[in-house]
Structures are given as C-alpha cells and as structure tokens.
C-alpha cells in the first residue's frame, strides 16, 4: 500500500507542473482529493492493513493530503492572478481616445410651449408668478364669484384633499393670490398645473396645464378693447396669420366674457376631432373681471377695473405643434417627443 501511495503523490505532483491549466489543477484535485477520490479509496480499505504498519500509512496518507492540497492552491492562486492581467491588458482603456458622447436630455413639448408663451406675454409688459398648485376654496372658488351652490362649481368636478384643500382646477386663484399682496396696476401671467375629474382624451386630461392672465388699473384705463388687443397680439405672435374670432361666453368671475376661438391649423376648418369637426379650436376663454372679484381682494370696483384671460397650454401645442391627440405629449414616448425643435430657445 505504501508503493501505491508513492505512485499517487509522483503522479500528482507530475500533473500539477508549473505549466498546468486550471482544468488539470480541478482534475488532479477531484481525482485524489475528492469524495470518491484516490486517498479516499485508500483510507476505507484501512483494515487490511496489519496494526503495526496503520500509524506509518496513515501518516503517509496526511502527508501525501497536505503536499497535493498546498500545491492546487498555490497554482490556483498563480491561474487567477494571470487571469486577471491578461483581463486588464486586454481591457486597458486608452486615455487619448476622445470620450463617449453624453446624451442631453430635453425640454418636453408643453414646457416649451408654455415657456414660448410666457416670453410673448412678457414682451407686452406682463410679469410671470407662480402660485401654489393645493389651494383652499376661497382663493379656488369663493373670491373668483363662485358661491357654495354656484352650478359652475359642478363644472370643475374638483380633487379634494385633506384639511378642506383641493387641487385647484384652474390658475385663476394666481389672481386672488396676487390682489391680495400687491395692489394695481398690475399686468400678471401665472403658469401652473390644474386638476380636474376628466377622462384623458383627444382634447382632455385630468392633470393639464395653463397660464392665467390678467391687468388691472384705474377705472377707463383697461377696457375689453385692451383685453382684445393683447390678445389678438399674442396670437398672431403665437400662431402667425390666421383667422380668430372672439365669442360670447358666460364665466363666473368675468363679466362681460368671452371666447378666443381660432380656424384650426389642424384640418383647416374641414372639421377633426381635436375642433369637434367645427373648423373652430377654442382657444381660452376671457374677459373683464367681475366686480365681485375685486371686492374679494380688497380692490373697489368704483376705483379699479381690469381684465382675465386663461390659456389651456396643451390644447394650444396641439394646434401649435400640428398634433392631433393630446395624449401623445403624456405617453413619454421618447420618439415622439424628440420630433419637436425648440421653439422657446431653451436647453435641447
């Protein structure tokens, strides 16, 4: 049994050379080491060996153990240490090459068009706030004429939180809020997100944005005729030449209103769906501040006098844009956001 162990450990220490890959390093361990391995053999047949000579065989049988076991993990050690140069070398990054290109991320469509928006209502001399988005119902609904049992609140179909505040559903309450701190004359845009209870549709959302507008000042020195020429300048600034036309309409907070309709760009007045096949988009909806109004913010309406005007930012882009489905700006896709150029000369 001796010889055998001898034949075991030469031919073991014969395959595990200084040039030895790594399958024959995990052969010669399996085939010694292992649980149904060659020491393993010899150690069960233990028996058969006279008492005198166990103590030499099994000391034999360690040592032939521990040379084979130091000798797979010294040459373990040495394959995983060549693996990885030979991964570094082949993986060596070139400091001189020019590096990889960033993508930049983009302004979406909506901002854009409201940023757009904003720069023409800025060159006529308004200033841009922006109010809060969870409002309460006085600056919602109450001080912008719309009573407890008012009908048009049903209109809103309101998202209401906690503590009696709700989503405001429109940016009309920009206007209390701005009344209440400073006092006319005043020529104010405040952009921001409304809520309402609306299916998302062609021409609908029930998160959508929009910019309030409004001028006040002294009795006689705004008029409607001032409300229709701002207006009429920031279409043609907005869309170019096309036909507008401004429609009798009825607000609670204005009075006398009014609507801003235009041919739409979209079918050229042959009728789609985005101007339910009237040939007319509305475009906001406008008019002079009720008196009512004033009274909520401290201002007499014997004294002072102006007009309100609100723009739907998306149903504009639509027209803007050339889209047809108001749905599509919300879908993220980025290949159909990435179509548009920048129209406001903002980041691309």
């Known amino acids: 049994m001796k010889e055998q162990l001898e034949e075991i450990r030469r031919r073991a220490m014969s395959e595990l050379g200084d040039n030895a890959d790594e399958a024959q390093v995990d052969a010669v361990r399996v085939r010694v080491l292992g649980r149904s391995g060659e020491l393993t053999e010899i150690m069960r047949r233990m028996r058969e060996v006279p008492n005198e000579e166990r103590p030499a065989i099994g000391q034999l049988i360690n040592q032939i153990k521990r040379e084979v076991e130091a000798r797979v993990e010294e040459l373990s050690e040495k394959l995983k240490a060549a693996a990885l ?4 070398n082949e993986k060596r ?3 001189t090459l020019p590096g990889m290109r960033i993508a930049r991320g983009r302004i979406h469509p909506i901002t854009d068009i409201m940023e757009q928006m904003l720069q023409i209502f800025e060159s006529l001399g308004f200033e841009v706030e922006m109010t809060q988005d969870i409002e309460d119902d006085f600056h919602n609904f109450e001080a912008l004429n719309f009573k407890e049992h008012h009908p048009a609140r049903d209109m809103q179909d309101t998202f209401y939180v906690e503590g009696g505040m709700l989503l405001r559903t429109h940016t009309s309450n920009g206007q209390i ?6 006092r006319p004359p005043l020529a104010i845009v405040c ?24 001028m006040v000042d002294k009795i006689g020195r705004v008029t409607m005729a001032h409300l229709k020429g701002v207006l009429t300048q920031f ?15 009825y607000f609670p907070f204005t009075e006398p ?22 040939g007319w988009t509305e475009v906001l909806g406008c008019g002079m501040i009720h008196p009512n109004v004033l009274r909520a913010v401290g201002c007499d309406p014997a004294e002072y006098q102006g007009f309100a005007f609100g723009i739907g930012v998306e149903r504009t882009g639509l027209l803007k844009l050339g889209v047809d489905d108001m749905r599509l700006f919300f879908e993220n896709d980025l290949r159909f956001l990435a179509q548009f150029p920048a129209l406001s000369g903002g980041v691309r």
Do not use: N, W
């Open 85 to 88: 140069d030979k991964s570094l």
């Open 93 to 95: 990054i070139d400091v």
């Open 177 to 182: 809020r701005v009344m209440e701190k400073r």
């Open 191 to 214: 952009p921001g997100k409304c809520y309402r209870r609306d299916d998302l549709s062609v021409r609908a959302s029930p998160m959508f944005t929009q910019i309030e507008g409004f």
């Open 235 to 249: 279409a043609q600034a907005f869309f170019g030449a096309t036909a507008i036309r401004f429609r009798a309409s």
């Open 257 to 278: 209103s009014a609507e801003l309709d235009m041919h739409c760009l979209l079918c050229d007045g042959a009728g789609c769906p985005v101007c339910k096949h009237s």
